[in-house]
């Protein structure tokens, strides 16, 4: 069979110019999702990985190979060729008619995967396979887009990615999570002469970026050595970091907001097919939700009003697992997910914390107990992103890292306070759960490729 480069792709990006040709010869390869033939006519759902739909081919009994055909396996590798047959009354606008076929790779008895929906936690265990699954095959893809329309977010604001470190001396949040990076178990600072790990954020790394090209950014992997083994939470996760030079707190928020709308849009517009799988499969309406975002404007509430607002909850009734409520406390999950789906009903600002909660960068409000820091809460999976302002008086910041005790080996950090510092701001988003926000997946371990999470890292 000679090779014309098509894919499944193109025939769909050909069909909505209507530049699809009833006739049209084709050659695709790729794999079966199913095969059935009522011994005259048979039909396979074909998918070559380029587009999200499967593509219709129909073998006929005049087709030489139709006993051959009739007997191929579910999740064969085959390539075909054939003919588009344009079919604009049914629910597929085109199938394919197969002249010619040939077997690429066939497929054992233990093949794990049917096809019939399967478990979660089933799937999990079979990662290296897990992207055939429909629900993969629809979440990568929106990954992928996600990824790119953040980039295209930042650069077409002239943002500067940054690539950081993966490997640093430093604890960026302050809160003991880091994995250690040894060479030599006997000799553990060897390798560095020093105390290496893997980082826990960018942020560190690229405030000096953005006091020196004003607004930069940085997307990549984070670690962390969380015990706490929830749905949300993952040792590897990935990480958007905008940092902003003269910009206060509100600036942030503005960023985060406009930053938020623009990539959903991104993805409400770009992977419509993948949007109507998880609206219809996973969370029913999940795009209204979704839209209903883009039309919104977040709400910005105070730490101390939410403490207020889950102090009366308690009062009129309202069961918290965790029920020690008071002001200075760190806030639960249970806690987020109220305010944010009972209260405010969307997506939500928490700002001004107590200085004792958070990070030791985090610039310190007039009042001298809480700091300028904004969490954004969203329904379903509560805080996705963490920012501030950072502190851009040098004695402040000082003392607070006298206190943490991380002044000797973050100096560098400090000095940018006193060689031409300027109010500066950024935030994290965690890129997992934002995909878990958007598909309607509940756990993290189904929207990470390979979910690393404490005793488990099979592949
Ligand atoms: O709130 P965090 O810890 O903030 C920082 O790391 C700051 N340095 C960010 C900054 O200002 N540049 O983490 C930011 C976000 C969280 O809101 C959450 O979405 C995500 O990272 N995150 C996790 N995602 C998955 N698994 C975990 N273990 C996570 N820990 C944090
Ligand atoms: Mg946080």
Not at 160 to 181: L, R, S, W
Not at 241 to 249: C, M, R, Y
Not at 341 to 353: H, Q, S
Request: charged fraction near 25%; glycine fraction near 6%.
């Amino acid at each position: 069979m000679e090779r014309k480069m098509i894919t499944t792709y193109d025939l769909f990006l050909s069909l909505a110019k209507g530049e699809l040709k009833d006739g049209e010869s084709v050659f695709l390869e790729g794999w079966i999702r199913g095969n059935r033939d009522n011994g005259n006519i048979g039909f396979i759902e074909f998918n070559d990985g380029s587009a999200f739909k499967n593509v219709q081919l129909v073998y006929e009994k005049d087709n030489p190979q139709y006993d051959e055909i009739a007997h191929y396996k579910y999740a064969a590798s085959i390539a075909v060729k054939g003919n588009v047959v344009l079919t604009p009354a049914n629910k597929q606008p085109f199938e394919i008619k197969v002249s010619e076929t040939s077997l690429l790779g066939d497929v054992s008895e233990d093949y794990p995967l049917q096809k019939k929906r399967h478990s979660f936690e089933f799937l999990r265990d079979i990662a290296y396979l897990r992207p055939r699954a429909n629900t993969f095959n629809a979440l990568f893809r929106v990954r992928n887009k996600l990824a790119f329309a953040i980039h295209k977010f930042f650069q077409e604001k002239n943002f500067m990615y940054v690539h950081t470190p993966i490997i640093t001396t430093n604890d960026a949040e302050g809160a003991g999570q880091c994995f250690k990076v040894v060479e030599d178990m006997k000799d553990p600072t060897g390798f560095f002469n020093a105390n290496a790990c893997l980082t826990v954020s960018g942020q560190l790394h690229v405030e000096p970026f953005a006091l020196a090209f004003r607004d930069t950014y940085t997307f990549g992997p984070t670690f962390r050595a969380e015990h706490s083994n929830t749905s949300r939470h993952a040792s590897e996760f990935w990480m958007i970091e905008p940092e902003i030079a003269f910009a206060d707190l509100e600036d942030n928020m503005d960023l985060m907001e406009e930053f938020l709308k623009y990539i959903i849009n991104y993805v409400l517009t770009n992977c419509p097919d993948e949007m109507n799988f998880f609206n219809t499969m996973i969370e029913k309406g999940v795009i209204d939700k979704m839209k209903h975002i883009l039309n919104s404007s977040f709400k910005r509430v105070t730490y101390t009003e939410g403490i207020e607002i889950l102090k009366k909850a308690q009062e009129n009734g309202h069961k918290f697992e965790y029920s020690d409520i008071y002001w200075g406390m760190d806030l639960q999950s249970e806690h987020e997910r109220y305010l944010t789906e009972e209260v405010v009903k969307g997506p939500m600002f928490l700002i001004d914390f107590p200085k004792e909660i958070k990070s030791f960068y985090m610039k310190l409000n007039k009042d001298g107990k809480t700091v300028a820091a904004c969490d954004l809460l969203v329904p379903g999976v509560g805080e996705i992103c963490g920012g501030s302002q950072r502190e851009e008086n040098y004695e402040l910041l000082k003392e607070r890292m006298e206190e943490q005790g991380n002044k000797e080996i973050l100096e560098w950090y400090l000095n940018l306070r006193k060689y031409g510092g300027c109010i500066h701001s950024g935030f994290g988003l965690g890129f997992d759960r934002l995909l878990m926000y958007i598909t309607g997946l509940s756990n993290i371990r189904d929207v990470q490729p390979y979910p690393r999470t404490p005793g488990s890292i099979k592949y």
